[in-house]
């Protein structure tokens, strides 16, 4: 399949805990990278690898995991700076060309 | 530091060409990277385009395969964007990104350029 599926919005009261979902077949295949956009912004890697890592520089806040076909981005004790839009990208498993998910808006209340 | 500068024209005609550059400082074209393209429509969800290796081979989108190519130019460490036929469909902000790949199922985009805004309109 060539879908990642993202919920369209999801919000987290201030401090609290919220995991972001992307779900799709080639995730039993290929690992899932996630990247943070803020309004006017470019995106930028947040997650990547096997074990979901963290580029240097990125709060410890944010981590990541995969079970079966759906990889999860956690944010624990949610900051306001952290609303914005974000994105799963990975492979195609039929066709190994790129895909991203449709996103996910974070609000934090 | 790698860094990815996009540059090219911000207004196209419909039936035009679309032609962006990625400049590329930090890291040579010619690294065991691929090298992507991207592309946000208003208001919409990230696109992937297509990819380009530093020996030419590429990888597209199969609904723009007929109208995309994506070139290297090793000589200025930049690789390329041209779309054909572009129609307001088009109109979105296209971002160039290095692709980092780790064994054959782990792959990466870091960095991105800043994107720029290519409207199709007469």
């Known amino acids: 399949s060539s879908e990642l599926t993202q919920d369209p919005a999801v919000s987290v009261a201030l401090g609290q805990t919220v995991r972001v979902t992307c779900r799709g077949d080639s995730l039993r295949t290929y690992s899932a990278s996630w990247y943070q956009q803020r309004p006017g912004q470019a995106p930028i890697l947040v997650l990547y690898g096997k074990n979901s890592r963290r580029p240097s520089g990125l709060p410890d806040r944010f981590s990541g995991s995969t079970s079966g076909d759906t990889a999860s981005l956690t944010i624990t004790g949610a900051q306001a700076e952290d609303e914005a839009d974000y994105y799963c990208?990975?492979?195609?498993?039929?066709?190994?060309?790129?895909?991203f998910g449709g996103g996910t808006k974070l609000t934090v209340v | 530091q790698v860094q990815l500068e996009e540059s090219g024209p911000g207004l196209v005609k419909p039936s035009g060409t679309l032609s962006l550059t990625c400049a590329v400082s930090g890291d040579s074209i010619s690294s065991h990277n691929w090298w992507t393209w991207v592309r946000q429509a208003p208001g919409k969800g990230l696109e992937w385009i297509g990819e380009?290796?530093?020996?030419?081979?590429?990888n597209y989108k199969a609904s723009l395969k007929s109208r995309v190519k994506i070139s290297i130019d090793k000589s200025k460490n930049q690789f390329s964007l041209t779309v054909n036929s572009v129609t307001s469909a088009d109109t979105a902000v296209y971002f160039c990104?290095?692709?980092?790949?780790?064994?054959?199922?782990?792959?990466?985009?870091?960095?991105w350029g800043q994107g720029i805004l290519v409207t199709v309109s007469s």
């Open positions: 990104a290095r692709e980092i790949m780790e064994a054959s199922s782990t792959n990466w985009l870091d960095p």
């Open positions: 990208y990975s492979r195609d498993s039929s066709n190994k060309r790129g895909v």
């Open positions: 380009i290796y530093h020996s030419g081979f590429t």
